[in-house]
C-alpha cells in the first residue's frame, strides 16, 4: 500500500535506518541502512551495504519478508515497515546521490548529539559497488517511538 | 557449547558498547518468520555469556521473544563506530535484583536526559544467552579516544598508599586525595551505612563548596542509597535531574518497607547539574559498610572501567577500615576516682547540649549535630566529662559501653570517631575531640555545658 506523505516526509528529514530479515530456520539478522525512498511504482527501495548487510540481503532474498525500521534522533519518532514481497538486487552508483542527502541530513542530527561526522562516516562511506537494494511494498506499518502505543498500526493509503 | 565468536571478539571486550550513547537495536521473528526492528533503551554486560536487555513496554518485539526466544542484537561502539551484532537467546526476566537495579538506575538517568522520564518505566530486565557474536564488517574505524587516565598503574599506585595507611583519617584522605590526584575524580563522597537506622552518613568529600560531614540520606535515595541496598555498583552516564531519580528510588525503598526518610538536617554536597554519576559499595565480610559516590559534569565521564578499578579500591578501602582497630590500651583495674567537677578550658556563655533519645541525636543549643552511634558517643563523653572532669578516654571504654550499643560492623569505633571528629571540626563547635595518643581521644570544651536529653 502506498506510503502517507507523513511517512514519505520522515524518509527523507535525517532517520537512521535499520533493515531486519529472517530465514527460513527462524534466525533473525538486522544492519544499518543507508537510505530509502519512495519508487515511482509505489514502492519503497531501501539502499544498504553488501559487506555490512551479508546476512539481512541474505535472510530477504530467502524469504521476501522484510523489516524497515526509521527513527529520527532529534524527537525519537520511529516508525516500522514491513514487506513481504521484497526483492533484492543491485544498487550502485544510480543511488549514490540518495545515498549522499541522506548521509548529510543523518550526520545533521547526530551532531545535535554531540556525535561528530568522522564518526557518521565511518558507516556511510561506501563505495558504489558496494550499493544493495531491497524493494518491496510495505503492507504493515507501526509505531515504535517508545511509549505505551509502541508496535500500534498506523494507517497506509488505499490505493 | 554452541556459543560463537568470530574475530576473537569476547563480549567482555564490546561491553563498553552498550554504555548507552547509541541505543542498542534488536531484531526479533514471530513464529511465522516476519522480522520486527526496533531500538531498546538499554542492554547490560551481566557475564561474560549473558546480557540484559530493558523490557519496558509489552509490544511487538517481545511477543516475538516470548514466543522463538531468539533475537539478532547490533551495539555501535560510541567512540570508533565499529559495531558488533549478536546472536541471543533469551532465558528469563528479572523484576529485582542487582541487575534489575543497575537497569534500572541507568534507564531512569537516560529518561530524565531525553524528557522523558513518564514514559519510560522499567518492568524487567530480560536476560539472555548470547550465543554468537561477531563484529559488523566493512565500516573505517576512528582510533578510540585517549584514555583519561593510565587506570591500571594509577589504581596501583593509589593501592599502594592505602596499604600504607595504618589509621583511619589517614586511610579516607589517601583514598579521597588519590581519586583527584591519580584517577582525576574531583567529585566524591564517602557514606557510611548504619544497618540499625537503614540510613547512609556522609563521612567525607571532596570537591564542593560544602563539606556535609554527617549529613544523612535513607537507603533508597539515588544511585548511592541503590548501591549500598543491592550491593553493587550504579553507573549513570546522561542524566539532568537526579531528584527525579532520587524520588522512584526513593519510593522504591518506601514499597520495601524500608523506614521513611530521616530528613537530613545537615546539607548535602553535590553537584548541581551532575552528567554521570558511579556509586561503589563498600564491602567487607560478606557485608556492605558503605559506599563511594563520584560523579562528573560530563556525560559518559565513568566507564566499565572505572567502575572496575573502584570496586577493588574500595573493596581494599572497607576491608582495611573493618579490620583498622588500634592495638587499645588496657582498662584501669579500678575505676576513676571521681574528680572535681569539670571546668571549661576557656569561659563564656554556656552551651546547651541536647540529646533525643529515641535516635541518638544530639543538639548544641539549637544547632543540629549528629545522631546514631556518633551521637550516642559524644553524649557519653561530654556526661563523663561534666560528672567526673575526664577529658580522655580509651576507645577500648566505649567498645565495651553496654548504654553505646555499638553494631556488629567489628563494631567499627574508629570510623564513627572519625565521624564525630570531623562533623565537630567542621561545625567550629565549643566541644572538639583530638586523638590523644593510640586508642584514645582527648575532649577539648571552650565554654560551659548544660545537659538536656528528652525521649
Known amino acids: 500500500m502506498p506510503l502517507t506523505q507523513d511517512i514519505i516526509d520522515l524518509l527523507a528529514s535525517g532517520v537512521s535506518h535499520q533493515v531486519g530479515g529472517c530465514t527460513k530456520e527462524g534466525r533473525p539478522s538486522l544492519c544499518r541502512g543507508l537510505a530509502a525512498q519512495v519508487e515511482p511504482d509505489g514502492r519503497l527501495v531501501v539502499i544498504l551495504s553488501a559487506e555490512t548487510g551479508f546476512e539481512v540481503i541474505a535472510a530477504v532474498r530467502d524469504t521476501g519478508r522484510v523489516a524497515l525500521n526509521l527513527t529520527l534522533p532529534e524527537n525519537y519518532k520511529s516508525i516500522s515497515l514491513l514487506g513481504r514481497d521484497a526483492i533484492v538486487s543491485h544498487g550502485g552508483a544510480p543511488f549514490r546521490e540518495l545515498v549522499l542527502d541522506r548521509y548529510r541530513k543523518f550526520r545533521a542530527q547526530l551532531d545535535l548529539h554531540g556525535i561528530p561526522p568522522s564518526y557518521t562516516e565511518a558507516w556511510y562511506l561506501r563505495p558504489d559497488e558496494d550499493l544493495m537494494a531491497i524493494r518491496f511494498t510495505p503492507f504493515s506499518a507501526r509505531n515504535q517511538t517508545p511509549g505505551p502505543d509502541a508496535g500500534s498500526a498506523l494507517a497506509l493509503k488505499t490505493p | ?455
Request: aromatic share 6%; proline share 6%; hydrophobic share 40%.
Open chain 2, 1 to 455: 557449547m554452541n556459543r560463537r565468536m568470530s574475530d576473537n571478539l569476547t563480549l567482555f571486550g564490546v561491553r563498553r558498547m552498550m554504555e548507552g550513547v547509541i541505543p542498542p537495536t534488536m531484531c526479533t521473528a514471530s513464529a511465522d518468520r516476519m522480522p520486527n526492528v526496533s531500538y531498546l533503551s538499554l542492554a547490560e554486560y551481566v557475564d561474560p555469556l549473558h546480557i540484559a536487555l530493558s523490557y519496558q513496554f509489552f509490544n511487538r518485539s517481545r511477543e516475538n521473544v516470548l514466543a522463538t526466544r531468539r533475537a539478532a542484537l547490533t551495539l555501535d561502539d560510541p567512540y570508533t563506530g565499529a559495531g558488533v551484532v549478536l546472536q541471543i537467546e533469551y532465558l528469563r526476566t528479572e523484576t529485582e535484583g542487582p541487575v534489575f537495579e543497575r537497569l534500572r538506575a541507568k534507564l531512569m538517568g537516560v529518561a530524565s536526559h531525553a524528557g522523558m522520564d513518564q514514559v519510560f518505566h522499567l518492568r524487567g530486565a530480560d536476560i539472555y544467552r548470547v550465543v554468537e557474536l561477531r563484529r559488523v564488517p566493512g565500516r573505517l574505524e576512528l582510533p578510540a579516544a585517549e584514555p583519561r587516565v593510565d587506570l591500571p598503574t594509577n589504581c596501583r599506585l593509589l593501592s599502594e598508599r592505602m596499604a600504607n595507611c595504618g589509621e583511619m583519617a589517614d586511610l579516607l584522605d589517601t583514598l579521597l586525595d588519590g581519586l583527584g590526584e591519580l584517577l582525576r575524580i574531583d567529585n566524591a563522597m564517602l557514606w557510611l551505612f548504619d544497618s540499625a537506622q537503614q540510613a547512609l552518613t556522609l563521612l567525607a568529600s571532596r570537591g564542593y563548596e560544602i563539606g556535609g560531614t554527617g549529613a544523612e540520606i535513607s537507603t533508597g535515595d539515588g544511585i548511592v542509597g541503590t548501591a549500598v541496598r543491592e550491593g553493587v555498583p550504579i553507573r549513570v552516564g546522561h542524566m539532568m535531574n537526579m531528584a527525579r531519580y532520587a524520588r522512584a528510588a526513593r519510593d522504591r525503598a518506601d514499597a520495601l518497607g524500608f523506614e521513611p526518610l530521616h530528613k537530613s538536617e545537615i546539607p548535602l554536597p553535590g553537584l548541581k547539574e551532575p552528567r554521570s554519576q558511579l556509586a561503589v559499595p563498600l564491602r567487607a565480610r560478606g557485608r556492605v559498610l558503605g559506599a563511594l559516590l563520584v560523579e562528573s559534569k560530563h556525560d559518559q565521564h565513568f566507564g566499565y572501567d572505572d567502575e572496575d578499578a573502584l570496586m577493588l579500591l574500595c573493596g581494599q578501602f572497607a576491608i582495611a577500615m573493618s579490620l583498622m582497630q588500634p592495638a587499645e590500651p588496657e582498662l584501669p583495674r579500678e575505676p576513676p576516682k571521681p574528680a572535681e567537677p569539670a571546668q571549661p578550658d576557656s569561659a563564656g556563655p554556656a552551651v546547651q547540649m541536647r540529646r533525643y533519645a529515641r535516635d541518638n541525636s544530639v543538639f548544641l543549643d539549637d544547632t543540629y549535630l549528629i545522631r546514631g552511634v556518633a551521637g550516642a558517643i559524644l553524649w557519653k563523653l561530654v556526661s563523663e566529662f561534666l560528672r567526673c572532669g575526664r577529658r580522655e578516654f580509651s576507645n577500648r571504654e566505649l567498645r565495651l559501653a553496654p548504654e553505646l550499643r555499638l553494631p556488629d560492623v567489628q563494631d567499627n569505633l574508629e570510623v564513627r570517631l572519625l565521624l564525630l571528629q570531623r562533623r565537630l571540626a567542621e561545625q567550629k563547635a565549643s566541644i572538639q575531640l583530638e586523638k590523644a595518643g593510640r586508642g584514645r581521644m582527648r575532649l577539648n570544651v571552650t565554654r560551659p555545658i548544660t545537659l538536656q536529653s528528652e525521649n
